[in-house]
């Protein structure tokens, strides 16, 4: 299961230990009895307060779903502190509200949501906050933030935008180049920003124009289907940017079935079937944008720190952000041995 140690110092480990330094030795005038600005309780992974944590999210009826559910559970598991409690998970958002309800009634210290529907869940999200909850939301916004304590989510903008720059930047030297576009449900705003973050980052490179898109539903079958139909509209392209690599399978045998191998390809969410294509190098497939299902673990290691009143260690604030976004990397054959433990499948 992927986990998130490379990434725990910059949030709760020692790691950050540095800038603490850094901010005691630029106080030269503090007293020695004064408290610096990072003398504060930061969480870590030392036993404290019991805290249990309600998580629920909707059915995990996709590979990156399922990997959030698996995020949960381990690094749950992590903490001696920590009890979880976990829903069924349900793509009806009455049935995902009773089961919050139940959550609340039974007086768990924090929540971690990720709602099927941020707006349809947002009443029992402020339910939850009026009983003195705190509530750790998760990918799929509520619509107000009075909803939840801390948000934290990737970054569908900048997926768009760092597969575009990674597509410009492969493609600089070459007069005319043609890209096409895999998008995922185009009623989600979520692919809506992926797009657009796409279209912005190409107005960077005046050598490339988008001649296609087409808009898949983020499953195997529909991205054999469409992709089929972009290959047969488009005999020649250079790059082609695909949103979701569960959808990528079904691109990839499309590509396969066609006999195309004059482009390069790259996907998006970090399915381990996308690394280890990569990885292998000898297919369209160079890269994929991550859009990370280790914020679960992330979102856990929030919930905790919330439910001992602790903060992040390596800032100075006493409480935890607000909102955390999470960067999308682009992994290629470059650094994909480091990504390659958080793959999904």
Request: with cysteine.
């Amino acid at each position: 299961m992927p986990e998130l140690t490379s990434r725990r110092g910059l949030l709760f480990g020692t790691a950050a230990i540095g800038a603490g330094a850094l901010l005691v030795g630029c106080t030269s005038n503090e007293s020695d009895d004064e408290p610096a600005a990072n003398d504060q309780p930061a969480a870590d992974d030392k036993p404290g307060k019991a805290v249990t944590i309600g998580f629920a999210g909707p059915q995990a009826d996709h590979g990156w779903l399922n990997a959030i559910n698996d995020n949960a559970k381990s690094r749950a598991k992590k903490y001696s502190d920590v009890t979880l409690e976990i829903t069924e998970g349900s793509n009806d958002t009455a049935a995902q509200i009773g089961q919050i309800e139940t959550l609340i009634n039974k007086k768990v210290d924090v929540l971690v949501v990720l709602p099927a529907d941020g707006k349809a869940l947002t009443q029992v999200g402020l339910q939850a906050m009026r009983a003195g909850i705190p509530v750790v939301n998760l990918d799929r916004i509520f619509n107000t933030p009075q909803a939840y304590r801390c948000w934290i989510g990737g970054d569908n903008y900048g997926m768009g935008l760092n597969a575009g720059h990674y597509i410009g930047e492969k493609l600089k030297g070459k007069s005319d180049a043609r890209v096409i576009e895999l998008a995922g449900l185009d009623n989600l705003e979520l692919t809506q920003q992926r797009t657009k973050g796409f279209d912005d980052a190409l107005k960077n490179y005046p050598n490339i124009k988008k001649v296609a898109r087409q808009a898949a539903e983020f499953t195997v079958e529909s991205g054999q289907a469409k992709m089929a139909q972009l290959l047969q509209a488009q005999s020649k392209f250079d790059a082609l940017w695909n949103h979701d690599d569960d959808q990528g399978v079904g691109a990839l045998r499309a590509i396969e079935q066609a006999g195309r191998d004059d482009f390069l390809m790259v996907g998006g969410a970090g399915a381990l079937s996308a690394f280890q294509a990569i990885k292998k190098d000898d297919g369209v497939l160079k890269a994929t944008v991550l859009y990370p299902p280790t914020m679960a673990a992330s979102a856990i290691d929030l919930a905790r720190a919330l439910g001992q009143s602790k903060g992040i260690g390596g800032l100075a604030e006493f409480e935890i952000p607000a909102s955390l976004t999470l960067y999308s990397a682009v992994v290629d054959k470059t650094n994909i041995d480091q990504y390659m433990s958080t793959g999904f499948k």
